[in-house]
């Protein structure tokens, strides 16, 4: 009898089949939940500036441009127009106050002042007549009333003599009434000069203060005048250097004609131009500093200048302490600004990457340093050299701070 043979469930060519498909199973599980999907990049670790997270003093400052300059400059502009007759000094002189620079000549201003001082000298007559009228209308009019009391003194004599007799029956009444008549006429002839007198001692006062009114106007109009006709011979208003002279003999110049400038050279002062981005963090009493000849030196911010041209603004900046040795006016200095007070941060360098970030995100090298990661970040302070960390970064970390203009979305460098 035949024995029947069982069928084998699995064969070879299942075993195969199945195996296949649950690796091909594995494999789509592991590149859709397991495996590392993000963009990656070979880049070479030589070509890279990797610098180290850490704690440390930090201090905010930017670099700024400045100029020596003098501590005062005087701007010559004339006052008075003219032709120029004489220079007293050349450019590059140093002058004391009041030192002659140049003198010009103007014959209307001086026709000006021959007029001023005629109608000076004629107003001083005129206050002269004005006091000597008076006078003597004041001694005639107190010619007048000493006689017209002596004539009432006498007046008053024959007066009481004919009222005695009078009443005494000795007497006329026709030489009572004419003594008392005459009298009264003197006594009321008194109280008219009197009257008189007061009135012309008022207009007389008044005519002469009038006429020294006049004086007055014209003595200071005269003195105005003169002083503009001093003004022609240009004088040094300060002590120091004259810097600069547009003046030539011959030359007509008219008013406000800036003729030069003097610079005060007992002292020196730094003015330096900014970028508008700083204005509001720039203020008066902050301190700077830069190198000359081997040694810091310290500047502090006195004026501030609000004004924004071509997206700069200027301060000038005084000596803490003594001036350099040796420097000179229009000479460059490089100045560290203080926009902050030193403190503890944590930082990093700056580099290339913050012109592609913006400072919002950053290469983290892992610690096996085979590889960087994309992490976001958060920037605060900066000064040339270092940005301030506030999130994303931990002190002992190490980030890629160079260039990224290749790098584009990628979210990892393999370091070869």
Known sequence: MDKQIEKKKWTLKKVISYSGAGILILFIFYLLFISDKSSKLNVEKERLSISEVKNGPFQEFIPITGSIEPIQTFYLDLTEGGKIVEKFIEEGTFVKIGDPIIRLENANLSLNVMNTQSSFLAAESQLNIAQLTFEQNRLSKQMQLLDLNLRLLNQKRDYELAKSLYEKGLGNVFDFEASRD??????????????????????????????????VRSKEYLKLIEDQLANLTVRAPISGQLTSLNAEIGQSVSFGYKLGRIDNTDGYKVRAEIA?????????????????????????????????????????????????????????????????????????????????????????????????????????????????????????????????????????????
């Open 182 to 215: 005459n009298l009264d006429y003197l006594s009321k002839s008194k109280e008219l000069m009197l009257e008189v007198l007061r009135k012309d001692s008022l207009t007389s006062v008044q005519l002469v203060e009038q006429s020294r009114s006049n004086v």
């Open 276 to 416: 508008e981005h700083y204005i509001a963090r720039v203020r008066v009493g902050q301190e700077g500093e830069f190198e000359f000849n081997g040694k810091t030196h310290h500047l502090i911010v006195e004026t501030v200048y609000p004004q924004v041209t071509n997206g700069i603004f200027y301060v000038d900046l005084q000596f803490v302490d003594e001036q350099p040795t040796g420097i000179r006016r229009g000479q460059a200095v490089h100045i560290k600004l203080q926009l902050s007070n030193l403190s503890e941060a944590l930082m990093v360098q700056t580099g290339g990457f913050y012109s592609t970030t913006g400072g919002q995100w950053i290469f983290v090298v892992d610690k096996s340093e085979t590889f960087a990661v994309r992490r976001p970040i958060k920037i605060g302070r900066q000064n040339p050299q270092y940005y301030e960390i506030l999130e994303g970064l931990e002190p002992g970390e190490k980030v890629i701070t160079s260039s990224y203009d290749n790098y584009g979305d990628i979210e990892k460098l393999i370091l070869k």
